[in-house]
T-cell receptor
């Protein structure tokens, strides 16, 4: 069955370290998204991609970067982790089309000390 | 003002009751709307899309009012398994691929 996976599921790191969160989907979807979810906020878009070699900034992109070298993967990198980046991170994918659904990975819980 | 606003709840509802949530959105250019369900510490999952004419899926009914810019979700004959957080979602104007998320309404169904 097609799926979307994230790794690691839990991560503890220290301020200033570089961290990469992996996202892999086997749906063959063109669109991929990274969100963060914090208490009191809806999911907030960090970065997104509409296809290989395409990346775009979302509403909370500062301190994060992504790259899209193939259809299946969109890794999210925290260049220099900050305590404000402690959050739950969700990756999602979808295919272009009207009313298309976004399918989510199980999430990564990141704690920055 | 948040682009998509929801009452955070929690709504404490006895099993078998009917419960309704509303959600308002600020961007009149939003074209598509959805309700997602999120269980504690899990990923969001699509519950249903919301169409202008309203739509029903079993015990769930969604309505869209473009003039007043609100979306509603009605759950009839609520089950214990309906306990979750319900997320209201709108597409960003000009882009059907980007979604704007409400912070969610927490529903607790009590036996």
């Amino acid at each position: 069955d097609a799926e979307i996976t994230q790794s690691p599921r839990h991560k503890i790191t220290e301020t200033g370290r570089q961290v990469t969160l992996a996202c892999h989907q086997t749906w063959n979807h063109n669109n991929m998204f990274w969100y963060r979810q914090d208490l009191g906020h809806g999911l907030r878009l960090i970065h997104y991609s509409y296809g290989v070699q395409d990346t775009n900034k979302g509403e909370v992109s500062d301190g994060y970067s992504v790259s899209r070298s193939n259809t299946e993967d969109l890794p999210l990198t925290l260049e220099s982790a900050a305590s404000s980046q402690t959050s739950v991170y969700f990756c999602a994918s979808s295919n272009p089309g009207a009313q298309e659904t976004q399918y989510f990975g199980p999430g990564t819980r990141l704690l920055v000390l | 003002r948040k682009e998509v606003e929801q009452d955070p709840g929690p709504f404490n509802v006895p099993e078998g009751a009917t419960v309704a949530f509303n959600c308002t959105y600020s961007n009149s250019a939003s074209q598509s709307f959805f309700w997602y369900r999120q269980d504690c510490r899990k990923e969001p999952k699509l519950l249903m899309s919301v169409y202008s004419s309203g739509n029903e899926d079993g015990r769930f009914t969604a309505q869209l009012n473009r003039a007043s810019q609100y979306i509603s979700l009605l759950i009839r004959d609520s089950k214990l398994s309906d306990s979750a957080t319900y997320l209201c979602v709108a597409t960003r104007g000009g882009s059907n691929y980007q979604l704007i998320w409400g912070a969610g309404t927490k529903l607790i169904i009590k036996p």
